[in-house]
């Protein structure tokens, strides 16, 4: 099974004085502000560690929850944010960690169980394999 997403990007000017637009395939984010200004400043839109932050903890929250529904758990709730950091690297930067943060509440069972789950789906999910940085996992976990 193959499946292709896509997404585009336009940036004009250059530099910090540039402005860009982001947009997806599905349209969940049509033309969505991005540039110098969102990225390191605190301006309204987005930015690309934003969007990863995004794709990491639901990417990250679906696998731990097909895990624990194909351990026979029917009922549950799991809620994940991910802190992407991004460091100077050089003359450059690079996305140097991703910490996820999850909570579970699944009826009947156990803290252990539930993080062995938690670190399965934290070194399996797509965009864990995808990313080259230090991902971190912290749990929480109400049985």
């Known amino acids: 099974m193959s499946m292709t997403n ?11 004085g540039g ?9 969940a984010l049509a033309a969505q502000p991005y540039g110098f200004q969102t990225r390191f400043e605190d301006a309204a839109g987005t930015n690309p560690e934003e969007l990863i932050a995004a794709a990491h903890a639901s990417c990250f929250t ?8 194909d351990a026979g758990h029917e009922d549950g709730k799991v809620v994940t944010s991910a802190e992407v950091t991004l460091e100077k690297d050089g ?6 960690k991703s910490a996820l943060s999850t909570k579970g ?7 252990a169980k539930f993080e ?5 789906a934290k070194a399996n999910c797509p965009i864990s394999k995808l990313l ?3 991902i971190t996992l912290s749990t929480d976990f109400e049985g």
């Not at 731990?64 to 529904?69: D, K, Q």
């Open 6 to 16: 896509t997404a585009s990007a336009i940036y004009e000017g250059l530099g910090k």
């Open 116 to 120: 062995e789950l938690a670190n399965d």
């Open 132 to 134: 080259n940085c230090e």
């Open 19 to 27: 402005k860009g637009h982001i947009s997806t395939g599905s349209g």
């Open 91 to 96: 003359d450059s930067f690079k996305v140097a």
């Open 105 to 111: 509440t699944v009826p009947g069972l156990d803290k």
């Open 62 to 69: 679906m696998a731990l929850s097909f895990m624990l529904g």
